[in-house]
């Protein structure tokens, strides 16, 4: 239980200057050229846009131009990428409690003691984490399209009117299940481990002095999570923001999602089916900005626990 | 039926002699090398297409061409874009009609007027229409074409005493009796998933989305004949006449394996759909031509159908546009795409094919089937689309999906279609009449 | 070093403390199960129905066609879809081995050695993770088209190598499982610092490593829109763009759902099995900072 006070001692040896360098020079490179050029390029053609002249069919009809903020200007007014945004925080402030809720409440069974079939259990609940996001939303749609799922079958057979979970009203929390499906047990693996790095005399002190599991759950277990907890939060938040395969999967199912659903489906539409990759580069510098905003503001709030450790 | 040694020999022969004249004609700066093999890359998503580029390879050692099977429709068309912005496009692709425009404004296909001079009298004059755009140019080869029809189950129509709808008026009828008779059952759907399909439905009344006036595009999606289609089918979807999901789902995929949707307005190859998705309906289903806006008439609209184009970056254009002439026009090559493709060709002759002769296998009571076909075939109207129909398709998705939701009138989903297109090629800098 | 204790180890401390069973908490977890296999089972289910079963019976009834879908998967395209499997195969395992490396040395650095600009760098690299995947796709693929490596092998592997998160967890790993006294011991030895971080550092972060490796094993495994963007010829798919192509032929050709039903199935299974293989190894805790020196 020692980690900040080994590393934060001083070192007696020195390494050679230019090592840590050295050894960082893959990451930085492979950075630059996969991440940071294609950013700044990103960032370049959020500043362009197209040109045609006349009829644009023959040849150089089409020219690139500069746009000055233009793509900034129409994609900070456009209501739908508003509109879009305002839903994702909403399914954000739906889904992020539901997963990590549950996500807790099975970690903290699993390490229960007196909780049985938790080997099999765990295996269960992390197993969705390894079915690529497209498959399950396809897997999803089956079980949800009121004439082939199964749960409609039942119901009607049981005399009760057929739900339509792709219906206006449902399909978002059709499409926050999926994600609550895909996420719950990564989550909870996440605790679980980090619950069973705490030594066990801290809970056999506490068992000892009368309390029960729920009160060692609430008192001692919990707290001690926050850390991960508030990383899992911060990460599960990027992820939710970036929402975009499941509904764009569902969407061919149903009248009720739009292609500017979520704000990432917006810039797929733009980027990938209507030709115009300036827009959405615009569009995506602005999402890329307010998830920075998002996730450093939700750290800021909950003050630096979350990096304590080493990092200093 | 294999070619005679004899018959591949010549080939090649007049493969290389045609190589030959078009290097040195000098057709441009960028041409393709005097002699020696060349191999030609190929995109298509068409299935067994593969068997008609290996008869190609095995009768043109010359010209080889290399198939790579994509996704289809409007995912190619995405990377197709992509490709040519980055300088490596292939050098042949395989584009449906309406994707036509947006790939030539976009530089993508070349004109190859020039070297099918020869060709035009070989395909329906509609067809040729749309790899025109209506200009002197010529960017694709006409492959296969979808002239719309009706398929209904004539068993179930048979039991409910339905009787086959010659008009939209008859065929509205009928919806409401379906109802009626059998409150699980419903005489069609309409898509808001399937702007293809609406964009035929409207072409068979008369509509022009686009159109090119001198140096001007005069776009009217919103037209009185399309408003009048629309109406027609948002008063059905309204009333609760005909159902208003989706097609292509697994759900529709059930409806038409049990018979809760009975009729299908759709294409030439909707025998091919239907045998995938419901093979158990094998010899229920039967064909008529699509039901009419005035009793008498007889006219319908294209779903579909699909071309081979030319990139513009192909160093190899002769020897592309070769192989495409060959693979739409050439019997050997038709009859091919017919039997292992499924295709219905666009060249007149292949529409007579021998392997056309005998119907469908989904449809084996049906004998005149193809007879039929042709003749709705040449009822299809031409049609001119535009540079943007990516747009106004994403925009029908959209707005007709919520007019559907929502029950508002469906020529006001067209008033959006109008805007959106219209204000797309506005801020792209196309000269636009609205 | 009390590092970490095993599940076994943990056991023996809990032995005492076990009473009888909690039923409630017992069905909580069998029900969380229930709800996360459901779909698996429907999977299972439906890939053993044929074409018209697979709409007309009911959904969790198992049919005959199980051997008869695999035969016409594997005859799809010459039995491309194994193509498409073997290439995931090396993309993911390969692409996961690389980036295991990298962002192990990245993360021993970060945490072993004080150098001017060592927050910066680590917080640059670390807002990689707020860049969605998607925004890069088509800048990534005109740059690569640049320099001619579209539609290569290289094109998938390339930008996949990196990875933010990789980077983070193997740094806390690193400042948690590599004490500062064996390095420095190993330095007075008089050993080179490469020759530190292969034979000291490294094998003490291989359980971290390994997740590490899971980590963007399955990010890779499930990415598709790089692959979809950079990729034109269908014998290097991996398997997610291969079964879209199957799934999205346009509106002429029947969607082949029983194909694309047990392609995912098979596609699942090699991810499974590696889980429970490396499952031992296997080091989730470090994403929460929870690994205590």
Known sequence: MSATATTGRKRKGTAPRGVPYLFLAPAIILFTLFLLLPIGYAIYLSFRQIKVSGLGLGKGSRTEIWAGLDNYASALGDPELLGSALRVLAYGLVLLPIMLGLALLFALLLDAPRVRFGRFAKLAIFLPYAVPGVIASMLWGFLYLPAVSPFNDVIGALGLPEPNMLGGGSVFFAIVNIAVWGGVGFNMIVLFTSLRAVPGEIYESASIDGASDLQIALRIKIPLLMPSLIMTTVFSLIATLQVFTEPLTIRSLTNSISSTWTPLMKVYRDAFSQNDIYSAAASSVVIAVVTLVLSFGFLRLVSRQAFGGENR | ?434 | MTTVLHDQDLATVRAGARKRTSWLGSSILILGAVYCLLPIAWVVAASTKNGSDLFTTFTFAPGTGFLENLSDLSSTGDGIYWTWLFNTAIYAGVGGVLSALVSGISGYTLAKYRFAGRNAIFNVLLAGVLVPGITLAVPQYLLLAKVGLTDTYWAVLLPQIISPYGIYLARIYAAAAVPDTVVEAARTDGAGEFRIFARVGLPMMVPGLVTVFLFQFVAIWNNFLLPFIMLSSDDKFPVTVGLFTLLNQGATVPALYSHVIIGSLLSIIPLIALFLTLQRYWRTDLISGAVKG
Not at chain 2, 11 to 27: I, M, Q
Not at chain 2, 164 to 188: C, G, H, I, M, N
Not at chain 2, 320 to 341: H, P, R
Not at chain 2, 342 to 368: G, K, T, V
Request: glycine share 8%.
């Open chain 2, 1 to 434: 039926m294999r070619p005679s040694i004899g018959k591949s020999l010549a080939a090649a022969a007049l493969a290389t002699t045609l190589l030959a004249t078009a290097a040195c004609s000098g057709g441009g700066d960028t041409e393709e090398e005097p002699t020696g093999p060349v191999e030609l890359s190929f995109w298509s998503w068409a299935p067994g297409i593969e068997k008609t580029v290996d008869l190609w390879n095995s009768q043109n050692p010359e010209i080889k061409v290399v198939l790579s099977k994509q996704a289809g429709g409007a995912d190619i068309v995405t990377k197709l874009l992509t490709a040519a912005k980055a300088g490596n496009p292939p050098d042949l692709a395989q584009v449906e009609y309406q994707s036509l425009p947006t790939l030539v404004s976009n530089d993508v296909l070349a004109d190859i007027a020039e070297q099918t001079k020869d060709v035009k009298d070989k395909f329906p004059a509609g067809a040729w229409q749309q790899v025109t755009l209506g200009t002197e140019a010529v960017y694709a080869i006409p492959q296969d074409s979808g002239p719309m029809m009706l398929y209904y189950r004539e068993d179930i129509f048979k039991e409910m005493g339905l009787t086959v709808p010659k008009t939209w008026d008859e065929f509205a009828a009928t919806a409401r009796t379906v109802r009626q008779k059998d409150s699980a059952k419903y005489l069609t759907t309409f898509s808001a998933a399937d702007p293809g399909w609406f964009a035929g439905l409207a072409q068979q009344a008369g509509a022009s989305w686009w159109g090119i006036d001198g140096e001007t595009w005069k776009v009217s999606v919103n037209d009185a004949a399309t408003k009048k289609v629309a109406d027609y089918w948002g008063g059905l979807v309204t009333e609760g006449a005909i159902s208003g999901n989706p097609m292509y789902t697994p759900e529709w995929n059930k409806s038409l394996n049990d018979g809760t949707i009975i009729a299908w307005p759709s294409a030439v190859w909707g025998p091919g759909v239907l045998e995938g998705n419901a093979p158990d309906t094998k010899g229920k289903w039967a064909m008529a031509p699509l039901p009419q806006w005035s009793a008498g008439e007889n006219k319908t609209g294209n779903w579909g159908g699909s071309t081979t184009g030319v990139t513009a970056a192909s160093k190899h254009k002769t020897a592309a546009v070769k192989f495409a002439t060959w693979m739409n026009t050439d019997t050997a090559a038709t009859d091919s795409l017919i039997t292992s493709g499924a295709i219905y060709p666009a060249a007149s002759a292949a529409q007579a094919s021998q392997h056309l002769q005998a119907p469908p296998a989904f449809f084996p009571q049906q004998a005149d089937f193809y007879t039929s076909a042709k003749t709705i075939a040449d009822s299809a109207a031409g049609f001119t689309w535009g540079p943007n129909t990516n747009v106004t398709y994403d925009t029908y998705k959209d707005a007709f999906a919520k007019a559907i939701t929502d029950k508002t009138p469906f020529s006001a989903a067209l008033d959006v279609m109008q805007s959106a297109t219209v204000a797309d090629m506005q801020k792209n800098g196309f000269t636009v009449a609205g």
